[in-house]
Structures are given as C-alpha cells and as structure tokens.
C-alpha cells in the first residue's frame, strides 16, 4: 500500500472507532478527515474545501456525521 | 473477501448501535478517487449519494435519468442516475448511483448492480459486512 492509500485507511479506521465522539459536536455536519483531523461543513463542497485549504497535498476521507435519530431508509 | 467492521454510533432511541458502514473511494469526473464511507442498505433498490456530493464529484445533476425514490414516508426524493466507478477494497467496479435533488443526511450503498457483482453477507455476531466478488 503506498503511504497515501495507508493514510487514508488510517483515517477510515480513526472515524470507525470515533464517530459516537464525534456525534457530541457533528451530528448533521459534513466532515472530511485527514490524519485525524477534523474539517467540518454544512455540505461536503465546504468540508472538502476546508480540507484542502489546510491539507493541500493530501485527499480526506469524507463522510456524513449521523444524528441521533433511529434510520428506516 | 473485504472485510468491514460495523461502527460504534449513537442513537437516542437505542443508545450505542452498530451499523453497517461501507469505506470506499468513487472515482470523480476529473478522475480523481474520493474517499467516503457509505451505510449498506439491503433494503435499498439503489445506491444514493446526496447532492453536494455528487456537485463535489462533478456530476452534472440533471444529466442522468430521472427517478423517483419513496422511503417509508410520505414523502419522496428526486435523484437522477449517473454511471460510477467504485473501488471495493481492491475490485473496481462499474454501478449505477443515484444523486438525490437535495442534500442528504446519508449516502447508501443499495442493491442495484453492486448485489450482482458481490455477494454480501451481514455477520450480526461478528458485526462485520463481508463483501465476496462473484
């Protein structure tokens, strides 16, 4: 795996293991993650972009951060 | 055989669960692969991403064909089918995804095209999704 497809599996993991935590403060929000930071927006073209702006070389993770209410899709 | 853990979220109803998150990458216009985790929906007819990110994919929304999506309620979601390339751990894969006409709360990995190309198997005891390429 080369180091950015390993980083990116990193942070795959980090949000598995941290997204009842970061429920607390995202619940609703658009997140994009690198090396386990956090970048947060109202829709994923604001998190991304955050992102970027503070990772330029580095793609994030991108995910929706769930709310607390039951899903029946 | 990909291997995806169940992950750990917060309910009010049922305090901590467990839901079925997929991580993969989609490739983008520019052809680009963008990292996202999406919940596998057994249930769904079809894969769903929301808007914006189908808008940060370049997806020209109204490019696809028109659909119409009803959920257990009474209301009901325009989405417009666009053809993807998906990376399953290593398998990458053709399917067609629907963009909803508004932002999303969640992206879905459904059965369309995707049930076809995996077997896919919900380990309850292991909390673990198993994806087998046929």
Not at chain 1, 27 to 33: F, L, N, Q, R, W
Not at chain 2, 16 to 34: T, V
Not at chain 2, 42 to 51: L, N, Q, R, T
């Amino acid at each position: 795996m080369v180091p950015e497809q390993k980083r990116k599996h990193k942070d795959f993991v980090w949000l598995g293991k941290n997204m009842h935590k970061l429920q607390e403060k995202y619940a609703g929000k658009v997140i994009a993650v690198v090396n386990g930071h956090v970048s947060a927006g109202e829709d994923a073209i604001e998190a991304y972009k955050k992102s970027r702006k503070e990772f330029p070389d580095n793609e994030p993770v991108m995910d929706i951060v769930p709310t607390k209410e039951c899903l029946l899709l | 055989m990909i291997e995806y853990q169940w992950r750990d979220e917060g309910s009010d109803s049922f305090g901590r669960l467990k839901r079925p998150i997929a991580q993969l990458h989609i490739k983008d216009k520019s052809g680009e692969w963008r990292a996202i985790s999406m919940l596998i929906d057994s249930g769904a007819d079809v894969s769903i991403i929301s808007k914006d990110f189908g808008e940060l994919f370049g997806h020209n929304l109204k490019k696809g064909r028109k659909i119409k999506l009803k959920g257990i309620g009474e209301g009901e979601v325009v989405a417009y089918i666009h053809k993807m390339d998906m990376l399953v751990g290593k398998h990458e894969v053709s399917i067609e995804v629907a963009i909803a006409s508004v932002d999303l709360k969640v992206n879905i990995l459904g059965r369309r095209n995707l049930f076809d190309l995996f077997e896919i198997q919900f380990k309850n005891k292991k909390q673990e999704t198993r994806f087998l390429k046929n």
